[in-house]
């Protein structure tokens, strides 16, 4: 059975949704939420914030650890989900991640400098730190811009986005809550995967 995995990062953890095609039909296999940072650096959910009033050595020292941190928890995650994947049989062919507008090339030092641009580095850090660790794995990558849903639901998916939405909506009937906007975004993105062209 072929199946894909769709993930949408918050800051400190991500929605995963494992979707598999089967005859035709579609499926949730695995619906939870994983956590890109350890009980002990809890100051890694939002790095920016926890280094704002450090001089700038110390913050920009900081601000790298908590990305090594999170790249690493991402990777650890994502391998156990391909293991669990692997013992079921499963042909995992994509992971998507769900994916913000692009950052600018920003020093942390201008990040520090607006408050807005903090925010917007850490909503960028942890769907980069997913993407880095599904290609660590040697899983078929698909990124998936949120400001295209509606050009990828049509050109991949063949409906609009709507439609789709409609479906996806449908298939968290089978598993219950939690399906919220996160686990639906998250499922949309793992049948995007399923039927994005291989190269």
């Not at 499926?27 to 939870?32: G, L, S």
């Not at 994983?34 to 913050?59: F, G, N, R, T």
């Not at 156990?80 to 042909?91: G, K, L, M, T």
């Amino acid at each position: 059975m072929k199946v894909a995995l769709g993930l949408k990062a918050h800051s400190g953890w991500a929605a995963l949704v494992c979707l598999a095609s089967e005859r035709g039909e579609l499926r949730v296999t695995q619906r939870k939420r994983i956590e890109l940072v350890e009980p002990d650096a809890m100051w890694a959910k939002q790095p920016y914030h926890a280094v704002e009033h450090l001089e700038s050595k110390a913050a920009c020292e900081l601000v790298k650890r908590a990305s090594q941190h999170v790249r690493g928890v991402a990777v650890r995650q994502l391998r156990e989900i391909v293991s669990q994947c692997q013992a079921s049989a499963y042909e995992l062919v994509g992971c998507a991640v769900l994916t913000p507008e692009p950052m600018p090339a920003w020093s942390t030092s201008e990040i520090l400098a607006v408050h807005f641009r903090m925010h917007k580095a850490e909503g960028v850090l942890f769907p980069d730190a997913l993407c880095r660790a599904a290609e660590a794995c040697g899983l078929a990558f698909v990124p998936v811009p949120e400001k295209q849903l509606h050009t990828l639901a049509k050109d991949i998916i063949g409906a609009p986005l709507d439609r789709v939405m409609d479906g996806v909506t449908s298939l968290g009937k089978s598993v219950g809550a939690p399906w919220g906007r996160d686990q639906k975004l998250a499922a949309l993105a793992a049948m995007i995967a399923l039927r994005a062209p291989r190269h």
